[in-house]
């Protein structure tokens, strides 16, 4: 396409990371400015974007105008939106609430901050898989950096282990695009899929193992069972502003499953179609099910937000395991809630943490809480969407998506799902009467606290209007879920159907040309084959 609109949400937060890293000497109050600044106008850069796709355009640049299947290829169609959308959102509520004194205690944040957003659009963006794996290493060494900024003891533990998994994911990434791009020739995704349609059979077996080993990649950075043990460790440990963050991360893995195996080995891509869909169900079914058992056992509010998170990837795979419009439509709808939601929830948590000196946010009897009334009222609000109960966004989600499951499966998945909805219902209401309304015990011994704030910042003496107003945000989004669900609920409907048919998003890659300048001649390799 002509326009540049779409590497602005790359390029924009990539320029203010260097230009921020170039100004930290000026003070942190110049960094929270420019900070702001260039979220704002990465918002606009991804606003430029909507109203095409919403119109169902896909939208294909070609970067340094080489052509799609030799060079880098970036996409916009309704899903891509959809994600940048929630990641732009949410980014907003974490620099806010980051920005009422966290980031003084973190070296670099500011930077970092807007390299992790650059890193998460571009992943959203490209139709490249080798490029998909740039984009994934660009936002986990910022997380990396984000994840251990001023942290000690059991935050840095948790950082260190949280490293090592990436790592190990990142190298099964590589062998599996070396394995993909050995038998195709190409790495574009669109073109990829046109080409493994037409394989030989004696070259599918090799193509179904780099499928496989992405899958596995995708799964574990989506933490679903059974790689979903390093979750919960690490999000209960982080940073409150990270941690929130962070719940757009998982919902990444969801995403590249639902891209590379919808346009690489979709319906169409011969004897390697559909093959993630029969590992995707069971492993989904009891992974909701594990983690709803889970937050019913956290011995903190932290660490039942992180088993919240698990539980809401392994909901989404649900949806894209169904592989039908109507359940994609209605996991996209949830994963809006759940990220919004699941980022509120670590938001709250620190917000009890900074009003109790004992125990933190831990549901120990040991300590008294300050603000209870404004602070139940913001748990509750919470804690009503996350359990998934009516009339709100959570509600909504879960219902559409039981309203789509298929004759046969209706006993197994709404089961788990019910089931799982009552498991959380009962662990926020333990949560919920624990922290706000227990008398303390004050024969406990202050032992009993599940652990000290000693890798944090110092808990505030009084409640943060910033804090305070980042995390009304995200509650606020989540009623705005609620009122507007009827045409976030058509758009979301209508991407599942713009996937349900993955040619037309791979003609209009395959077939976007580079723009002749006056007077040039076309090149040898410039247009498909």
Same mark, same amino acid.
């Given at each position: 396409m002509s326009s540049h609109y779409p590497i602005l949400p790359i390029v924009v937060p990539l320029a203010f990371a260097v230009l921020l890293l170039l100004t930290e000497r000026l003070g942190i109050r110049s960094q929270r400015w420019l900070g702001f600044l260039g979220l704002g106008a990465t918002l606009v850069a991804i606003g430029l974007l909507l109203a095409p796709a919403a119109r169902g355009e896909i939208a294909v640049y070609l970067v340094g105008n080489w052509p799609a299947h030799l060079g880098i290829a970036l996409a916009v169609d309704r899903l891509t939106v959809l994600m940048l959308a929630v990641t732009g959102v949410l980014s907003v509520a974490v620099l806010l609430y980051a920005s009422s004194g966290w980031d003084e205690d973190a070296p670099h944040f500011h930077a970092l901050f807007q390299l992790q957003l650059a890193g998460l659009n571009g992943a959203f963006l490209t139709a490249d898989l080798f490029n998909l794996f740039v984009f994934f290493e660009v936002l986990l060494i910022a997380s990396y950096g984000l994840l251990l900024s001023g942290g000690r003891g059991a935050r840095m533990a948790a950082g260190l282990h949280y490293v090592a998994f990436n790592i190990t994911a990142s190298t099964l990434y590589l062998v599996a695009v070396g394995l993909l791009y050995g038998i195709t020739g190409t790495l574009n995704m669109a073109?990829?899929?046109?080409?493994? %349609?037409t394989l030989a059979p004696a070259d599918l077996g090799l193509v179904k193992a780099g499928g496989l080993l992405l899958l596995i990649v995708f799964c574990a950075k989506a933490a679903l069972l059974?790689?979903?043990?390093?979750?919960p460790g690490t999000y209960s440990r982080a940073s409150a502003p990270i941690a929130a963050l962070f719940a757009v991360m998982t919902k990444l893995g969801v995403y590249a499953v639902l891209r590379v195996y919808t346009q690489v080995f979709g319906a169409d891509s011969g004897g390697a179609s559909g093959l993630a869909w029969s590992w995707l169900l069971p492993a989904a079914t009891l992974g909701l099910m594990l983690s709803a058992l889970g937050a019913l056992a956290a011995d903190s509010l932290r660490r039942l937000a992180a088993y919240l998170v698990v539980g809401s990837a392994a909901t989404l795979f649900i949806a894209v395991a169904l592989a039908s419009p109507a359940a994609i439509g209605s996991g996209l709808y949830y994963l809006l809630h759940s990220t919004l939601i699941g980022g509120a929830l670590f938001l709250i948590a620190d917000l009890v943490r900074g009003q109790r000196t004992l125990a933190g946010d831990g549901f120990h009897r040991i300590d008294t809480i300050r603000h209870t009334g404004l602070l139940g009222s913001l748990f509750l609000l919470a804690a009503v969407s996350a359990a998934g109960l009516p009339p709100l966004s959570g509600f909504i989600g879960k219902f559409s998506l039981m309203a789509a499951v298929p004759d046969g499966l209706e006993a197994t998945l709404w089961t788990a799902i019910l089931v799982s909805s009552l498991l959380i219902v009962l662990a926020l209401a333990r949560a919920g009467s624990r922290l706000f309304w227990q008398v303390p015990d004050t024969l406990a011994p202050a032992s009993q606290a599940t652990e000290t704030v000693s890798d944090e910042r110092p808990a505030p003496t009084r409640l943060s209007r910033r804090e305070l107003a980042a995390t009304a945000l995200l509650l606020a989004l989540g009623i705005a879920l609620t009122i507007g669900a009827g045409p976030l609920l058509r758009y979301t409907y209508e991407t599942g159907h713009q996937l %349900?048919?993955?040619?037309?998003?791979?003609? %209009?890659?395959?077939?976007a040309t580079p723009i002749a300048s006056p007077g040039h001649a076309p090149a040898p390799g410039e247009h498909h084959p």
């Open positions: 073109e990829m899929g046109h080409r493994i %349609a059974p790689l979903n043990f390093w979750l %349900a048919h993955p040619g037309n998003y791979r003609h %209009a890659v395959r077939s």
